[in-house]
């Protein structure tokens, strides 16, 4: 039994995670700093990131920066390897969804968006993926969502990005897997985040939507916990370029 939980230990590992000012960013960085890494959250937020700091204590650090200014990435990476090195692990979590209709979808809306949500994951990759191919051990998580392979009202920029994020993963494994680097994409169902605020504050919207999974609720960030420490960890060594839904089911109907 040792030798499974061993599996599952980050205790030697950096993990870098952006959007960790709240939501399952920040579920991400307590999940990660819980099995033992040493975590560095972005987002653009202080005050959020003083917080979380609090909360898990000395194996947590911070850098306040925006993943969608993109001339600023690679900076980004350095200040974030200032308190702990650089990271063998990243957690793309960082998003955003502007919510509008086809007909009133304009240019700086959709440009914000496929830059945080697409953009960002793949650039800040490659300002850190030196270090991981040195090591020869990585991993890189990238957030897809049920809008990766189907419509919904109001998602089309939001929709592109997801759908986009599938490919990437599939194309970043097929680039770097061979140097012990595995890139994989949760799925997340309806989860309780900032995003995800004007589903849950409709409670028919959210309950007909919770019917429509098979295990019959939505998500709660703990059902996160899992799936993200899998795909961070030893225990996925031979597993790159998937999409895992974790969905209670949605997408099984």
């Known amino acids: 039994m040792d030798n499974v939980k061993s599996l599952f230990d980050l205790r030697d590992k950096v993990a870098l995670v952006t959007g960790a000012s709240s939501g399952i960013g920040r579920r991400a960085a307590i999940v990660l700093a819980d099995a033992g890494a040493k975590v560095v959250g972005v ?5 959020a990131l003083e917080d979380l700091r609090k909360e898990i204590g000395n194996n947590f650090s911070f850098v306040v920066g925006d993943v969608a200014q993109r001339n600023k990435i690679d900076g980004l990476v350095l200040e974030a390897s200032t308190d702990f090195g650089m990271p063998d692990i990243l957690v793309h979590a960082a998003g955003l969804n502007t919510r509008q ?8 809306g959709w440009d914000r968006t496929l830059e945080i ?10 300002a850190a993926i ?8 990585g991993r890189i998580v990238n ?16 929709g ?10 599939r194309a970043m494994a097929e680039e770097w897997s061979e140097d012990g680097i595995c890139i994989n994409a949760i799925g997340p169902g309806f989860f309780p985040t900032e995003l995800t605020k004007a589903v849950f504050d409709d409670a028919e919207r959210a309950e007909r939507n919770a019917m ?19 795909l961070c960890s030893d225990a996925s060594a031979y597993v790159t370029g998937q999409v895992l839904m974790v ?3 949605f997408t099984a109907k």
């Open 101 to 108: 209709v086809a007909d009133q979808v304009d240019s700086d």
């Open 130 to 137: 030196s270090a991981m191919k040195e090591r020869g051990w």
């Open 160 to 169: 592109v990005s997801k759908g986009g994020i599938v490919q990437l993963t």
């Open 43 to 47: 987002a653009r937020r202080r005050a």
């Open 117 to 126: 949500n697409l953009s960002a994951p793949f650039f800040l990759s490659q």
């Open 212 to 230: 429509q999974t098979c295990i019959g609720r939505n998500g709660k960030l703990e059902d996160i916990d899992g799936p993200l420490l899998f």
């Open 247 to 249: 969905d209670g089911g």
């Open 143 to 158: 957030f897809a969502s049920l809008q990766s392979t189907r419509a919904f009202p109001g998602g089309l920029a939001y």
